[in-house]
């Protein structure tokens, strides 16, 4: 969705998101499966995450890329991901899968702006589910 983000210096519309694929996604037990994102950014420097939330706990920080710079990884053996700005893409990774992977997958976005970033993440933070379930 478009917004208009007023900062501090300047006033300008943005159409920042991200897609995720629609549906489930269904792996085995022991194997690796990969989650895809595309995003759309206005900004001169990506700021892509992935988040996990499992149940009605609050989603947990899997990792960070960035365009310009490294990002982080809570786990790097079990959670991996490759920004490519050129196809705005940043798919993740998860290796040795078991049933406590089965969760909703979050991509988020922050786009980089002058003046109060705290507030403009949180209105323009876009996000789709991907499920990843039935792991036998």
């Known amino acids: 969705t478009d917004s208009v983000c007023c900062c501090f210096t300047e006033c300008r519309a943005q159409k920042d998101n991200v897609l995720q694929p629609k549906g489930d996604v269904t792996a085995t037990e022991g194997e690796a499966v990969t989650l895809g994102c595309q995003y759309n950014s206005s900004s001169t420097n990506d700021y892509l995450f992935w988040y996990k939330q499992d149940g009605n706990n609050s989603p947990k920080f899997i990792l960070s ?36 992977d089965s969760a909703v997958y979050y991509c988020a976005l922050r786009p980089t702006v002058t003046g109060n970033t705290k507030t403009l993440y949180k209105n323009l933070w876009s996000k789709v589910n991907t499920i990843l379930h039935n792991i036998h």
Not at 70 to 92: A, C, H, I, M, Q
């Open 65 to 100: 890329r960035f365009k310009v710079g490294t990002g982080k990884t809570v786990d790097e053996e079990k959670f991996s991901s490759t920004l490519n700005s050129s196809l705005r893409s940043v798919p993740l990774k998860i290796q040795k899968l078991q049933l406590s």
